[in-house]
T-cell receptor, first 121, second 114 residues
Framework: EPEVTQTPSHQVTQMGQEVILRCVPI?????FYWYRQILGQKVEFLVS????????KSEIFDDQFSVERPDGSNFTLKIRSTKLEDSAMYFC???????????????????FGDGTRLSIL | GNSVTQMEGPVTLSEEAFLTINCTYT??????LFWYVQYPGEGLQLLLK?????DKGSNKGFEATYRKETTSFHLEKGSVQVSDSAVYFC?????????????FGAGTRLAVHP
């Protein structure tokens, strides 16, 4: 079964440095997302991306964050100047087009990667 | 607004016990509802889904029914195993054209003992 892959699995970096987290979504998916989960807390939405542009972003996704789909397969999250509070598990997800299954249109489920654990020192 | 409320954990059960994890939601329109599971040290895996009222999602012995009248999507399993120990997240996706964020509950940790 196709899956979302994320690299690296663990990233350690000094505060103030830039990091790029990488994701390869499922190949025929159209919608891409980043979420984060601070240790022991709720999974939080960061940003959604469709048709080469951000479709929605949360309050967390400030000017330090950016996303890019540099080619046909990769989807990246960049944090320009990391802070201690950026330490978290970052999950990439992707989903296919909406479907209509004997009812109103509905979103397809999002498929998640295994995450990148980001540790800021 | 849209939100998900889950019962607080941890839930501790003996093997073969019956499991219920409560989930209620607040949403406008016709959200899709999901349960995701996170095993220790792993990412989120889709467990089951329901896209409209009265739909029942099921997978690996787990079930949840989309109840619009009570705005609930409770997760149940008749006989849990030690391997079911994980954190379970209820989530909703408000429909708005194909892409939308998932809104997660806080998660409920399940520990099953032999």
């Amino acid at each position: 079964e196709p899956e979302v892959t994320q690299t690296p699995s663990h990233q350690v970096t000094q505060m103030g440095q830039e990091v790029i987290l990488r994701c390869v979504p499922i190949s025929n998916h159209l919608y891409f997302y980043w979420y984060r989960q601070i240790l022991g807390q709720k999974v939080e939405f960061l940003v959604s991306f469709y048709n080469n542009e951000i479709s929605e972003k949360s309050e967390i996704f400030d000017d330090q964050f950016s996303v890019e789909r540099p080619d046909g397969s990769n989807f990246t999250l960049k944090i320009r100047s990391t802070k201690l509070e950026d330490s978290a598990m970052y999950f990439c997800a992707s989903s296919g087009p909406p479907s209509r299954d004997r009812g109103p249109y509905s979103n397809q489920p999002q498929h998640f990667g295994d995450g990148t654990r980001l540790s800021i020192l | 607004g849209n939100s998900v409320t889950q019962m607080e954990g941890p839930v501790t059960l003996s093997e073969e016990a019956f499991l219920t994890i409560n989930c209620t939601y607040t949403a406008t329109g016709y959200p899709s509802l999901f349960w995701y599971v996170q095993y220790p040290g792993e990412g989120l895996q889709l467990l089951l889904k329901a896209t409209k009222a009265d739909d029942k999602g099921s997978n690996k012995g787990f079930e949840a029914t989309y109840r619009k009248e009570t705005t609930s999507f409770h997760l149940e399993k008749g006989s849990v195993q030690v391997s079911d120990s994980a954190v379970y997240f209820c989530a909703l996706s408000p429909f708005s054209g194909g892409y939308n964020k998932l809104i997660f509950g806080a998660g409920t940790r399940l520990a099953v003992h032999p």
